[in-house]
């Protein structure tokens, strides 16, 4: 039997790619996590029949059987869900429906799930879907407008990967700020000791908004510098990006020793995994998120998603590069309606319903693999 391996980004991605190599009706043998997204095996569906009729097993080994026998487990495994996910779209199918929209729009299985759980009973499609837009409006940790963050002042720090968008949003808070306290009573600091350049992009929007401009290239002097600007309403630091994985970020945790609130400054443009590695480094200990380049986010439900289970409250919104102009308060029935539809566009991502069957054997193998693994909850969803 020839059995090939595919790695890809999601069970998403990995279908779309066997079905183009293997042909419509190839078979998914086994999924498993992989460090870049999930693992597939799958063979051509000639392929197996071969096997079925062929050889038998010879003497070289238990370890032979033992591999044939886990690939029999997955294929039955997939079988089996194939024909779960056919009965349970005939018995519910609203439920069905509603984790179909989700995936579509990039939200992932274990919020999918959770919300198909609570979809209550009798519903009819159209319901359903009134009912999952209600929900995730509800479930959308916005920041509440009495707790606005430039109207309350403070000191925050803006961190995120690199290129998410930290300096260009900094720069549009302090705009909104001057106009709400006056230049005076904002300074910016730029702590991006690693970028050449990023003071300089930072002087030029401090001398456009007349407001002061402090440059502390590392904590030590960044905690000598704060006290100096107590009298400020607002202190706006700049830091350095990294990728999530890089140790360096760690360094952003020493900012909450000094009383600086971390603004976690997050791009929904990017990839369903980058943004869950980005809320779950920045994002933790965070006083808020800023999701960044809307505008080149066709799908930002991941976005969404990621934001719901990290229950981190979104305070702005950055749809553009305009600096002051494209900052917006969130509103969470726009962003919901934008998310959902995001799954009705039609790109090489989007499943076919004859992908569907395979989809679920491999969500369920994920499942599977969950359940022996669990690691997220989402207790105190609202339903
Ligand atoms: N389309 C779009 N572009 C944006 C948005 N926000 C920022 N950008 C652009 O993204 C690029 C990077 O923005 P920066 O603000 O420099 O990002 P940064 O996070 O400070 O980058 P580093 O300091 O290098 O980590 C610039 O070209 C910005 O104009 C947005 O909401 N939409
Ligand atoms: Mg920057």
Redesign the pocket.
Known sequence: MSVQVFVAANAREGLARIRRVLGDDAVVLSTRPHPQGVELLASAYGDLAVQAVGEAPDAAGSSRILAELSRLRGMLQNQLAGFAWGAARRRDPARVAVMQTLFAAGFGSALARTLAARLPRGLDADAAQRWLRQVLIRNLPLQPREADLLALGGRYALV?S????????LAKLAARAVDVHGATQVALVAA?AY?IG?AA?LTVYADLLGVSLHVAENPARLASLLPQLASRKLVLIDT??FAPSDPRTRESQALDGLGVRRLA?IAASQQGAAIEQAMTRFGEGAAACIL?????APQPGAALDSLIRHRLPLAYL????RVPE?LHVPNAGYLVDRALKGGQLATPYALDAEDWPLFAGVEAERAAHRNEHPKSTLKGMKA
């Open positions: 995120g690199t290129g998410s968008g930290k300096t260009t949003a991006d970028r990023a992009q350095a990006g400054v960044t380049k809307l505008d080149e950055s749809g553009g590069q494209d």
